[in-house]
Nanobody
Framework: QVRLVESGGGLVQAGSFLRLSCAAS????????MGWFRQAPGKEREFVAT??????????YYADFVKGRFIISRDNAKDTVYLQMDSLKPEDTAVYYC?????????????????WGQGTQVSVSP
């Protein structure tokens, strides 16, 4: 079992930045592929970014709409994954979820991630 707890959300103005954190417990963190998803009101949950575990190269992959603005990273010593979000836009407003998969390169589908956090709200005002 994997427990994920997100933090770092909040209300900011457009153009600003936030850093989300997700602390994991219950399983060797370094063996997990970690991802971030988001869900805006009335919309489906969508993929944001993912980072493989180091044994799979630690590679990252991003949704097109965040490339150049968001960076996913991990600190295996702290069992934590981060999402640095810069140049935020009002359309980035959503609940952001941390997710974990037990294998490499799970892709962008929510079905491939077996563990989820409770989410943290990010609101970006114009």
């Amino acid at each position: 079992q994997v427990r994920l707890v997100e933090s770092g959300g909040g209300l900011v103005q457009a153009g600003s930045f936030l850093r989300l954190s997700c602390a994991a417990s219950g399983r060797l963190f370094s063996s997990l592929t970690m991802g971030w998803f988001r869900q805006a009101p009335g919309k489906e949950r969508e993929f944001v970014a993912t980072i493989n575990f180091n044994g799979a190269g630690g590679s990252t992959y991003y949704a097109d709409f965040v490339k150049g603005r968001f960076i996913i990273s991990r600190d295996n010593a702290k069992d934590t994954v981060y999402l640095q979000m810069d140049s935020l836009k009002p359309e980035d407003t959503a609940v952001y979820y941390c997710a974990a998969a037990l294998f490499a390169s799970p892709g962008t589908s929510v079905r491939e991630y077996g563990y989820w956090g409770q989410g943290t709200q990010v609101s970006v005002s114009p």
